[in-house]
């Protein structure tokens, strides 16, 4: 005979307000194997908890029932208790009589029945639940950063620091990222390159950070703790090992003229380039598409020129594997493609961006203000040189339009356009800007002051409306809009017009997340476990993310989120062992047929086919075996096996079955 | 070819010189228009402001009656006519309730006859027919292609080219051996219907239209619209006596320009009606 104790809680007013508790307790307690009943009001509370403590102890309890909230919520909590008291907290069960039943009913009779019977379906539960032990996993203790922003970069630095190497994947031929590019940062000013490289030089050098650049992930196995990734190492017909990073190999291409993926169009650089003078590693890069010796097989002067022969007109793609037991995504935004994109979200041709020269997005106006940019810093507008007179800002372009498909705010706009136009009055003096915008969104520390002094002080002419249309006229832009606080139409000639085009993940990013089985929101950003209290975690133990490819964040937030990331990292790697919950799949290897259905309908790879061998080392049998490592209990093996031989530990077919024969 | 045609108010009446114009040009490639049978008005700018419902109804009749007559492609060479019937066909598409209403009302059925507005209905004979069709090619024609406001908005009812930066007009004229100017104006309102309400709004929309043209090169506008013709032809002379600029623009259906390269006469093609520019 079972000796269980059902607690049945108040939850204040939220249960006990449509619940008659006290009858509950009076009925439950009829239950045969139930010892003991009662309520109280919080029973999450360190009185409530003391209650389940005592009682377990007194009444020598085998099984515990807490009526109260969604196990979501505490079930946890109260299992600690049940431990805390000597019970095998997987003899604890929560029937959830507030979401499933108080919150959605208004009869206080039939909610009461309602919460008996929950209840009685889990103390049929209990009786059948068998104690489990948490399943312990070894740890790699070391870490993979995918992304070399400035959230990658300070992940990867955070968790170095704190003793554990860190593997850095970047995509481009140098780590930094978007910041690398930037001009001043806001609400500081502060140069952009100034504040980020010594972190890029730190990443270059620190001991326990492997730097794998100009390289992708191309597959990974495993599970946390233990993953192992495959880096793809993209070839750069250029040994770095050899390399000494002269750059006479740049100065002697004849190809000159292509355009800077760094300057997002804006310069030029050679076939074999480096990204931007201080790129980390300092090391150039061919790029396979231009240069001739690889296109057409006739030049190789800059193996010529190369003192050091480090230069391999052969080199091919290279596949590492790394073992990390943890992965941090920090793989950051792009901007979106104005006019140029493909499916729904296509829009904005009336601004006409890639066929007027003069009209650019604000990362490539970032590169016209940067003093490592192709002007030198200086404002000249692309088609002729000229410094502009007078430029239009345009903000919210693809973001916050339902027409156009991005519904959501880039967050970061106001700000940097704000910027923009201080930037831009410091180097023009008797220049203008002028915004178009919808709202100012300057939430932030020192934000909102900012913005009021790029109108106050520097003069920028702010517009609340939209631009209908952009055209060209002897040399101008004629760029057409709305003052909807003024209520009148306004028309500015401009020579330079500059569109803060929405924030989108990188390419390649739902790729990537599928390889992670990491999700994706519907716009492509990572998908965080719990948008508040989970806000660096995914829903894949040991994966981590942040930055902008979560969502459009600023440079303080990112790497404030990257600290986070890094912190849970680091949680993962301080022990050995991981432990994990034990109510995952089992499979009765003895009975198993092997027909691997299980093997295949399983969405984590978590079976494998295994062979049963006598001492002799000859093949009994095959079977399907549980990896506890990769289980996430979901319970699709149980509903393919045709035998029955695949059950989930806490929810086994008998459980089951003993609460719903409770029901009838 | 067979296409369906819907003339619609317009081309039996002020715009008839377009119906003379579309019928030699179209004849002459070969195309054979079969005028819908009993078809009504499109509902045009009155019946959506006025309802809804009305104006799903009217469009949606003359689907009706073509999908009857066996038709599965219908011209509609006016602007507004083919944007009704395009939004009527996809209304009914995506409505199922509607649907059923528009069978109790006008027995009209979703699905049925695809819609063709001008351009599309000679993308439809195909580019390279008329490149080869062409006889005399038009080498020195600059020419400003003009689609107005409604040719391709709303895009999703449209369904046709880039919204804001369309090409196929262009495309067109090209193969005619002509030069398609690069102008800012090709998708702005003339001022429409305003002609009657407010002459003033048109004749300063329109006058900015002939301005940018000319400012660009252009000796002439190609119209593949009606009321556009009405607004930059007729009161071409009206603009240029309250602006006090001199154009002489020669505002051309697309299919003139079609019908001079393939040889017809300026008079076969009803170009002689026209009211401005140099052939007038």
């Known amino acids: 005979m079972s000796r269980i104790g059902v607690f049945v809680c108040w939850c204040g007013e939220n249960i006990a307000r449509v619940v008659d508790v006290d009858r509950v307790v009076e009925e439950v307690a009829k239950l045969p194997g139930v010892r003991c009943a009662v309520n109280y009001k919080y029973m999450c509370s360190e009185p409530g908890q003391t209650m389940i403590r005592e009682r377990i102890a007194a009444e020598k309890l085998d099984g515990v029932v807490v009526a109260s909230c969604s196990p979501h919520m505490h079930l946890k909590t109260f299992r600690k208790a049940a431990q805390a008291a000597g019970l095998n907290p997987y003899l604890l069960e929560v029937a959830n009589i507030r979401e499933q039943c108080s919150w959605v009913h208004s009869d206080r009779n039939q909610a009461t029945e309602k919460a008996i019977e929950l209840i009685r379906i889990s103390v049929a539960k209990v009786k059948n639940n068998h104690a489990l032990e948490p399943i312990k996993v070894p740890v790699t203790r070391r870490a993979m950063v995918v992304g070399g922003g400035v959230a990658g970069i300070q992940a990867a630095l955070d968790i170095a620091d704190a003793g554990y190497e860190v593997v850095m994947v970047e995509r481009e031929p140098s780590i930094g990222g978007k910041m690398a590019g930037l001009s001043e940062t806001f609400p500081t000013l502060d140069c952009s390159q100034c504040i980020l490289t010594p972190r890029m030089v730190d990443v270059g050098q620190h001991p326990r950070i492997k730097l794998y650049t100009y390289s992708e992930v191309e597959a990974v196995e495993g599970f946390v703790g233990n993953f192992e990734v495959t880096v793809r190492q993209k070839a750069r017909y250029v040994d770095i090992t050899k390399c000494t990073g002269c750059g006479e190999c740049s100065k002697a291409c004849p190809l000159k003229k292509n355009k800077s993926e760094f300057d997002f169009g804006m310069g030029t650089r050679p076939a074999i380039y480096m990204p931007f003078p201080q790129a980390v590693p300092a090391r150039p890069v061919i790029d396979k598409n231009v240069c001739a010796m690889l296109t057409r097989g006739k030049c190789g002067v800059c193996a010529k020129k190369c003192a050091a022969g480090a230069i391999n007109y052969k080199d091919e793609d290279k596949l590492v594997k790394e073992k990390v037991g943890a992965v941090v995504l920090a793989t950051g935004y792009k901007l979106y493609s104005i006019g140029k994109q493909a499916g729904p979200i296509a829009g904005y041709g009336e601004y006409g961006y890639g066929k007027y020269k003069d009209v650019i997005d604000s990362l490539q106006f970032e590169r016209l203000l940067s003093a490592s940019g192709p002007t030198s810093g200086k404002v000249k507008r692309p088609s002729d040189g000229a410094t502009p007179k007078n430029v239009v800002f345009i903000s919210c372009v693809g973001s916050r339009d339902n027409a156009k498909g991005l519904t959501y705010c880039s967050k970061i706009c106001c700000m940097y356009t704000a910027k923009h136009t201080m930037l831009y009055k410091h180097k023009v003096h008797d220049g203008q800007a002028h915004v178009f915008y919808m709202d100012i969104r300057s939430a932030g520390k020192n934000y909102d002051e900012f913005v009021r002094r790029a109108i106050e002080q520097d003069g920028a002419k702010y517009y609340r409306g939209r631009v209908s249309k952009i055209t060209e006229q002897d040399g101008k832009l004629i760029v057409r809009g709305a003052d909807t606080l003024a209520g009148e139409p306004v028309t500015i000639e401009a020579d330079l017009v500059v569109l803060a085009a929405a924030m989108r993940p990188a390419d390649g990013v739902t790729e990537l997340a599928q390889k992670l089985n990491v999700g994706c929101d519907q716009f492509g950003f990572l998908m965080e476990s719990h948008p508040k209290l989970r806000p660096v975690e995914t829903n894949t133990a040991g994966v981590y993310i942040c930055g902008a490819a979560q969502a459009p964040k600023d440079i303080p937030e990112s790497v404030a989120q990257a600290s986070a990331a890094a912190s849970k990292v680091q949680i993962t790697l301080s022990a050995a062992e991981l432990t994990r919950e034990p109510e995952i799949a089992r499979i009765d290897e003895k009975l198993c047929a092997a027909c691997f259905r299980c093997y295949e309908a399983c969405p984590y790879h978590a079976i494998e086919k295994a062979e049963v061998r006598n001492r002799k080392g000859e093949l009994v049998k095959r079977t399907a075996r549980v990896n506890p490592g990769l289980c996430m209990g979901c319970g699709t093996c149980v509903s393919v096996c045709p035998s029955k031989n695949a059950d989930i530990e806490g929810f086994t077919e008998q459980e089951t079955y003993a609460m719903i024969e409770s029901l009838i | ?280």
């Open chain 2, 1 to 280: 070819m067979n296409l369906g045609y819907y003339p619609g108010c317009s081309l039996h009446g002020s715009s008839d010189d377009y119906q003379q114009s579309l019928k030699a040009c179209l004849g002459a490639l070969g195309v054979s228009l079969k005028e819908l049978d009993d078809w009504i008005c499109c509902g045009a700018t009155a019946a959506h402001t006025l309802n809804r419902k009305l104006s799903i109804a009217l469009p949606a009749r003359n689907l009706a009656l073509a999908a009857r007559q066996g038709c599965d492609e219908l011209l509609a060479p006016c602007s507004m006519c083919s944007l009704q019937l395009k939004k009527a066909r996809k209304a009914m598409a995506e409505d199922l309730a509607l649907s059923a209403e528009m069978a109790t009302i006008v027995e009209a059925k979703p699905g049925g006859a695809r819609v063709l507005n001008l351009i599309e209905a000679l993308e439809r004979v195909g580019l390279e027919t008329i490149k080869t069709a062409v006889k005399t090619p038009l080498k020195d024609f600059k020419v400003a292609c003009y689609y107005g406001c409604l040719l391709t908005r709303p895009p999703k009812v449209a369904e046709f080219d880039d919204c804001e930066q369309p090409e196929s007009m262009e495309r067109i004229v090209s193969a005619l051996g002509a030069t398609p100017v690069a102008w800012n104006y090709k998708t702005e309102c003339c001022g429409a219907g305003m002609t009657m309400a407010s002459e003033e709004t048109v004749l300063e929309l329109s006058h900015k239209i002939l301005a940018d043209a000319a400012a660009h090169g252009a000796q002439s506008i190609a119209v593949a619209c009606p009321m556009c013709h009405v607004n930059l032809d007729m009161k071409q002379s009206a603009i240029e006596a309250r602006y006090g600029s001199r154009y002489g623009m020669t505002i051309y259906y697309l299919c003139d320009l079609v019908g001079l390269a393939l040889g017809l006469t300026p008079r076969a093609l009803g170009i002689n009606r026209h009211f401005a520019g140099r052939t007038a």
